[in-house]
């Protein structure tokens, strides 16, 4: 007996700073007649809180520092506001979602980042997935919303990266659902070139990636997000997709599909 299908979106990039552009994904993401948890970022929304109350963001390789005065921001704007907007938006819908972070229910448990060659202070790397609470959720026809808050079990919250998360929280749930991951961003896929946004990498397997990496069409911001694609298919996700927001409702043809 197959197992049911579970659909895991993350949706980051200008998606989810563009009141219409979220609106709309909302509307659609709410539609999704399988079982499914959303998963949000903010980083630029948390960038302009903190520098709003006279905190100068610190950021290395493009990854956020987080000290102590960031934690307490990082957690008011994911965990806070962003993820109380998004949960109230999917109610207007019709879709009966519950706001998480990590440390709701003991669904998602990290540590602190390990210091090797960088600090990075709180930031968090994900140890376990709390798939059986979870699951009662979506049981229950509850849609989770995790937001990139985790936490250590000793009272410490971490920053986490939210591509990170949902790569985590779709191997988690494969042990349970046939897991299909979701990453929505503003562009359409994996970019053959940056300056044409139609010239979409339809299919990248191993292969592919080595030699898309070696001739430097994936760099930069991409390297991390196609890393917890591959390490989530090579872990048990059935299905991992990039592209912009009509990913949600098949609407397009125009997308990458991921394969080892």
């Not at 552009?21 to 999704?32: G, P, Q, R, T, V």
């Not at 998963?39 to 493009?62: C, D, F, Q, W, Y």
């Not at 001739?215 to 694609?229: T, V």
């Amino acid at each position: 007996m197959s197992k049911q299908i579970v659909q895991i979106v993350k949706i980051g990039g200008n998606v989810i700073n563009n009141e219409e552009a979220l609106n709309s994904f909302l509307k659609d993401f709410s539609e999704i007649s399988e079982p499914k948890i959303l998963v949000h970022g903010g980083g630029r929304k948390a960038t302009e809180v903190s520098s709003a109350m006279g905190l100068e963001p610190k950021m290395i390789n493009g990854r956020r520092v987080t000290d102590e005065a960031t934690v307490e921001v990082v957690t008011m704007v994911y965990a806070g506001l962003l993820n109380k907007k998004i949960t109230a938006k999917l109610q207007s819908f019709g879709c009966n979602a519950m706001g998480l972070s990590g440390a709701d229910a003991n669904c998602i448990l990290a540590h602190k980042r390990i210091v090797k060659d960088i600090d990075y202070g709180f930031a968090g790397d994900v140890d376990a997935i709390n798939s059986e609470i979870i699951d009662v959720l979506l049981q229950n026809k509850v849609t989770p919303v995790f937001c990139a808050i985790t936490h250590d079990k000793n009272g410490q919250l971490l920053n986490t990266n939210a591509d990170t998360i949902a790569s985590e929280v779709a191997i988690g749930m494969s042990k349970l659902y046939t897991t299909e991951l979701n990453f929505v961003f503003e562009l359409k896929g994996v970019l053959e070139s940056i300056d044409d946004k139609d010239s979409v990498i339809t299919a990248i397997n191993s292969e592919k990636y080595e030699q898309l990496v070696a001739a430097g069409i994936i760099a930069d911001g991409m390297l991390p997000k196609m890393h917890n694609c591959f390490n989530a298919l090579q872990k048990g996700v059935s299905k991992v997709k990039i592209g912009d927001a009509s990913l949600v409702k098949n609407s397009t043809k125009l997308y990458t599909t991921l394969s080892l």
